[in-house]
């Protein structure tokens, strides 16, 4: 029941990062002030979460008063790194998480971090930088400092989230919602109501973050906090894929190849044990 239980949950952060990466598209819908959206979004989030957790247990306890601290951190940070610097630089650099969680985890949850992980971690990381090779700028030391405190953010959101495995750590992430919300409310009043930016907001709010979410929390119940980030890493990639169906901006010869490593790293450390696993007991 436990093996089936994790497999389910690496399916569902695979179908979590795919929501994820449909930001990009959905965003490009909405003709809105980006801390707007944020808080647009994260209200009706938060009102998709409150209906399928129905009665909420908010214990406030330190463990979900700080993730959802660090929920709110991290969307917020990430929309403001990407007003201050690149898009590129803003997501490759949040996207350092897993390093994060990879020295956070053994003190903080005591789940060890293994030599496969760093592995995985550096190729994925070294794709991703070949990913955004041709967009990548030194550009505004203030948005890149910034980008790397949301990387920090989402990093210590997960840990936090997984050390409610025996709870229920969602709330952490409608509170972080609520908050997100409320903080950004007044920047919605002087936006544009047309249809095109309602039905951008819904759909960022619900298939985007709120389907996502209740995903992932479901999810971090069963893996450790370094699979939960390194496995949702293929979000990034995924996005610009969406864009150029949609939009037809075809992504670069170096994008190709880094996006190929990205998700040959995940793939790989997570398949090759299973199939050495399923090797051993044939023999």
């Given at each position: 029941m436990g093996r089936l239980s994790r497999t389910r949950a690496v399916f569902y952060l695979i179908l979590t990062s795919v929501l994820w990466s449909l930001g990009g598209l959905l965003i490009k819908l909405v003709d809105w002030n980006p801390i707007a959206i944020a808080a647009g979004r994260s209200a009706i989030s938060a009102l998709l979460i409150l209906a399928y957790v129905k009665k909420p247990k908010f214990t406030w306890c330190k463990d979900q008063l700080l993730a959802a601290l660090f929920y709110f951190g991290t969307v917020t940070l990430f929309v403001t790194?990407?007003?201050l610097t690149t898009a590129a630089n803003a997501i490759l650099l949040q996207y350092?998480?897993?390093?994060?969680v990879a020295i956070f985890a053994p003190m903080i949850l005591k789940e060890k971090t293994r030599a496969v992980d760093w592995l995985a971690i550096s190729f994925a990381l070294f794709g991703m930088v070949l990913f955004f090779f041709d967009e990548l700028k030194i550009e505004n030391v203030v948005g890149i400092l910034v980008a790397i405190a949301s990387g920090v953010s989402f990093a210590l959101y997960i840990i936090f989230m997984r050390k409610q495995k025996d709870a229920s750590p969602?709330?952490?992430t409608l509170l972080g919602n609520i908050l997100t919300a409320l903080v950004g409310f007044v920047f919605i009043f002087n936006q544009s109501f047309e249809l095109r930016n309602i039905l951008g907001i819904v759909l960022l709010g619900t298939v985007q973050l709120g389907f996502s979410y209740i995903l992932y929390s479901i999810?971090?119940?069963?893996?450790?906090?370094?699979?939960a980030i390194l496995i949702p890493i293929i979000e990034p990639i995924l996005n610009p894929i969406w864009v150029f169906l949609a939009y037809g901006e075809r992504p670069g010869k170096w994008a190709l190849l880094g996006g190929t490593?990205?998700?040959?790293?995940?793939?790989?450390?997570?398949s090759l044990p299973l199939l050495m696993r399923n090797f051993r007991t044939a023999r």
């Open positions: 790194a990407n007003k350092g998480a897993p390093i994060y969602i709330e952490s999810a971090i119940k069963y893996v450790e906090a370094l699979e490593i990205v998700l040959l790293s995940v793939t790989l450390r997570y």
